[in-house]
């Protein structure tokens, strides 16, 4: 009984980071979470009527979705910084662009490779450029 109860409240965390991940990738706003909630549990009504109380256990608040965007990033952050280590060479490569709102953003860009010679590239950072960005 207990089993069950733990590999479906796994299962509706898996599913959390999962849509969470999506929304983060389409640069989606956090409150994205309950409209895909409430989304899926309308189509299980209807797929999968049995099943609704799993797809009701999926956490998708904007708080979750803040909170799972941050260990996401966390996470990457650490993949990235074990992966640096381990490079024998790397390159960066800067841009700067303007966002909707006129604010200068910096986008920096490392290339990495490691001692197979797999070359990979990462966004390193994205900072927003407040202020003069004129240089002088």
């Known amino acids: ?4 109860a733990k590999s ?10 999962t849509v969470v991940a999506e929304i983060a990738k ?14 899926m549990v309308k189509v299980c009504d209807i797929v999968c009527p049995d099943k609704k109380q799993a ?15 941050c260990e996401l990033a966390t996470n990457l952050h650490k993949q990235l910084m074990k992966k640096g280590k381990d490079c024998i060479a790397y390159s960066l490569a800067v ?27 990462e966004l ?4 927003s450029m407040h202020g003069t960005t004129t240089g002088k």
Do not use: H, Y
Not at 26 to 39: R, Y
Not at 55 to 69: D, G, K
Not at 124 to 127: N, Y
């Open 95 to 121: 841009d700067e662009s303007s966002n909707t709102s006129d604010t200068a953003q910096l986008s920096i860009f490392i290339r990495e490779v490691d001692s197979s010679l797999c070359v990979t590239e």
């Open 55 to 69: 797809f009701l256990n999926v956490s998708l608040s904007r708080n979750t979705v803040a909170e799972c965007t």
């Open 8 to 17: 479906q409240s796994k299962a509706a965390v898996k599913a959390s980071f």
């Open 26 to 39: 389409s640069a989606q706003p956090f409150n994205e979470g309950e409209f895909v909630k409430k989304c």
């Open 124 to 127: 390193l950072v994205l900072k």
């Open 1 to 4: 009984m207990f089993t069950k």
